[in-house]
């Protein structure tokens, strides 16, 4: 129940008073001059909101009505790690209240214009109360309704990695995401790491950044999320992670007048994942084989004369395939692809014709080939260091590698180029060295 201050008239307690009290209140009233205090009746029941709609702009809140309402009151908050309300100062909300039983708007005053836009807020989370009211006061708040805008949330982590699988080759892995502890004030991350479909890791910690312990060879998946003792965030993205493995590379069959029905090869990958082949030529694809148990396979039909581009991929149970081999490509009936050229170098050292730190390389004239792409790298990080692809000659020296006084060591790979665009595989590579002292190149 709810009390007014403000004072009545003898007739009014009257009229609210059984018939059997009126005369000794009468008699009170006169004798004793007392100033009485009407009691009031507010809303009793609380507001049940039934559903929370969107337009691209406008959030919809509708609820039941409630008995003895003239009108209602919200109160919305901001869910998140840190919550925080909507300013409920009556000079910052100035259409807080409504006499439907529906809400429609994209925001609440002037500083909170657009706090209740889907569009400005994609993936945004909210949280609502309401409260049916009258001249004689508030009803309670009912329950709270949490909602969720469309679009993807501000809390699920963005993982650091350029896709969403990838070959740890060792017995341990490593994945940092954006920390939402220094983003938006979330308390800590927990990890999920399961295997086989069974959660092997359940962790909680504040770092973004989690390196997992020795783990057995297989395929593992990732999740990481944010929380706070106010609120469980959104799980990042899932991420597939082949442990003890490297990536399959297709080997196979011979890349010039391979036969019509060509046995395609591979080496291994994760044991007991089953791979994917796709062959293509100009004209589009011609083999898209799944579930394949081996690391061969040999088309049940022959292949027309021409050139072929070949990929293959490990797809896991989990339904998140592995990424693709690099392409390889192989010609039937025909000899059009340009072959792989052996690299030679020569050392340059102090007093010779050429420079000192510049790299002197040859190779072998290549059949089908009309250019050539040298590709040097730092082979401690493996930054690109040079990458030509105009060479027509069969010998290049490079510029100058590194400043007077700095050495270095690198490596270098050549493939040839045919007339179509057609790329042998890379030759094997050649480790070289700068010296600092004297800047020799020499092999390493």
Known sequence: MKYSNKSTTLRTILRILPKQKRKRRYQAQLSEQLECRLLLVAPQDPVIVQSVDFT??????????????????????????????????????????????????????????????PLNYPGGQRRVWVRAANDDGFGPWGPSVNFTYPGTPETKPDLSVTRNSFYGGSDSFTV???????????????????????????????????????????IYRFWVRGESDQLTGAWSDGLTIAVGATPPEVTGPVQNE???????????????????????????????????????????????????????????ASGQPLPWSSRYQFAVGQSRLPEVPVLNFTPNVNGDAVEDRRAIFTWNPAANAVRYEL??????????????????????????????????????WLRSLGANGEQSLWSEFIAFGIASDTGEVLLT
Not at 88 to 113: C, K, L, Q
Not at 205 to 210: I, S
Not at 391 to 403: G, M, P, S, V
């Open 375 to 412: 590709f040097i790298s730092n082979a401690h990080n493996g930054n690109v260091v040079l990458r030509r692809a105009d060479i027509t000659d069969t010998n290049f020296t490079t510029e100058t590698l590194a400043t007077p006084g700095e050495g270095g060591s690198y490596r270098a």
């Open 56 to 117: 691209d702009r406008i959030t919809i809140v509708d609820w039941e009505p409630v008995a003895d309402a003239d009108f209602y009151d919200m109160w919305f908050t901001v869910v998140a790690f840190d919550p925080s309300p909507v300013d409920r100062d009556p000079f910052e909300i100035d259409e807080n209240y409504v006499t439907d039983s529906r809400f429609e708007g994209e925001g609440i005053g002037s500083s909170w214009s657009q706090i209740l836009s």
């Open 176 to 218: 940092s995401w954006t920390s939402l502890v220094e983003t938006q004030l979330a308390a800590r991350h927990e990890i999920w790491v399961s295997k086989d479909g069974q959660r092997i890791v359940n962790e909680e910690q504040v770092e973004a950044t989690y390196t997992s312990g020795t783990l057995d060879p297989g």
């Open 258 to 316: 391979a036969p019509t029905r060509p046995e395609i090869s591979w080496s291994a990958g994760v044991p007991g994942v089953p791979y994917q082949l796709w062959v293509q030529n100009e004209n589009g694809v011609v083999i898209n084989e799944s579930g394949i148990g081996g690391t061969s396979f040999t088309p049940g039909s022959d292949l027309a004369d021409g050139v072929y581009s070949a990929w293959v991929r490990q797809v896991p």
